[in-house]
């Protein structure tokens, strides 16, 4: 009977704890999505790593300007746009009405940040000029035999020198390849704000580093395949920042919904420890919670949209929620009237904001469980078993 009573009341708490965490998590996405803490926290991190011993952001802010990047902005709604004009978001004035992407696909940080890196058009350079040189050579060669206009041979020649001229515009121009579509270097910028950023970016990334010495090593007939090779490598240099990235993000949202969960606690009076108490005492109390919750298990219809009228419906339940009302009976259970009642709610008070920043998927995984674990431990009477009792 002792262990029965503990899995009813585990589950009965179990599933508080899902409601709980669904209002909380649809609240605390609702303030990431309006502060773009994704966004932010993704720029924050690339500027980590690339503009980590520059002292400012320039390269950072010169990739989220590449076309690329660009084209993962996203409109402002309209209260993202009031806030942003009274500088309550911090982002660049260069956002303007955009918001700016909270993901930045592997490939298409790679080829913007070796385009700012200048190593694309340097490649783009190097292509042309040999195309260029090849083209002289079948000029010469067509001026020292002499070969007359109709010869086969120099019209074959002839349509070569074409191909070769459009292979040499094709390699100059920005939008012939994938790896190519990004604008040209600007020839204005001096050869130290070509290379700065680039020594910067590698000075603290030793894999990167290697990779880079590959690339040089590697320049002539296999520059591009070892250019290809070192995108490759910052894709995957990149996926493993985001990874990193993204637990980071996890550790902080569950630190805001463990303040929300807090937060609503005191306003709500939502006291894990009084809650225990009153499936404790009361059967039929926790008898149609577990009703409640062994239907959610079995046709989830909790969302984070009816969290709030789910709440409502388990304080109808006579669970103690909420707080009492003005002109109610005095004292109301719910307030305490002693210091070691308020020591006792607050701590109720904590442990459900704990209990929030779990998530709904951590509560509904173990509800389940307990569920389960409680279904099987009541085995029905064998008919064997009842002929013999008669």
Do not use: C
Not at 49 to 62: K, P, V
Not at 75 to 97: C, E, H, I, M, Y
Not at 189 to 197: G, H, L, T
Not at 370 to 375: A, F, S
Request: glycine share 4%; aromatic share 8%; net charge neutral.
């Amino acid at each position: 009977m002792f262990s029965s009573t503990v899995l009813e009341v585990a589950i009965g708490l179990f599933f508080f704890y899902l409601v709980v965490s669904l209002f909380t998590s649809q609240i605390a996405e609702g303030i990431s999505s309006l502060f773009d803490y994704r966004a932010q926290d993704l720029r924050r991190g690339i500027q980590q790593l690339l503009d980590r011993n520059a002292g400012t952001s320039r390269l950072t802010a010169q990739l989220y300007q590449h076309p690329l990047i660009r084209s993962l902005f996203t409109p402002k709604g309209v209260l993202t746009r009031a806030l942003a004009r009274f500088n309550v978001l911090r982002q660049p004035a260069s956002t303007g009405d955009l918001r700016p992407p909270s993901y930045i696909p592997a490939k298409d940080f790679a080829v913007a940040l070796l385009d700012q890196l200048k190593l694309l058009n340097q490649q783009r350079e190097t292509l042309s000029t040999e195309a260029q040189n090849i083209a002289v050579a079948l000029n010469e060669f067509v001026r020292i035999n002499k070969l007359d206009p109709n010869n086969p041979l120099r019209r074959a020649l002839e349509d070569m020198l074409s191909t070769v001229d459009q292979k040499s515009a094709a390699a100059a121009s920005p939008s012939a390849t994938v790896l190519a579509q990004t604008p040209s270097t600007n020839p204005t910028n001096s050869d130290a704000e070509q290379v700065n950023p680039l020594l910067t970016l590698l000075k603290d990334n030793p894999y990167l580093q290697a990779e880079f010495d590959k690339l040089m090593a590697g320049r002539g007939t296999s520059a591009p395949i070892v250019l290809a090779n070192f995108q490759a490598e910052i894709e995957q240099w990149y996926d493993a920042f985001m990874q990193r990235l993204s637990g980071r993000y996890k550790r902080n949202m569950r630190w805001l919904t463990f303040l929300i969960g807090l937060v609503l606690s005191v306003l709500f009076n939502l006291d894990s420890l009084a809650i225990t108490f009153q499936l404790w005492r009361q059967p039929t109390l926790r008898a149609e919670v577990i009703a409640r919750a062994q239907q959610e298990v079995n046709l989830p219809t909790t969302t984070p949209e009816t969290a709030e009228a789910q709440l409502q419906e388990l304080q109808a339940l006579d669970l103690p929620l909420g707080w009492p009302n003005e002109g109610s009976v005095s004292p109301d259970p719910r307030v305490p009237t002693a210091p070691r009642g308020w020591l006792y709610k607050f701590l109720g008070w904590l442990i459900t904001g704990f209990a929030a920043s779990q998530g709904a998927p951590f509560w509904f995984e173990l509800l389940g469980r307990v569920v389960n674990v409680r279904n099987t431990g009541r085995k029905p009477d064998s008919p064997s078993t009842d002929r013999a009792d008669r």
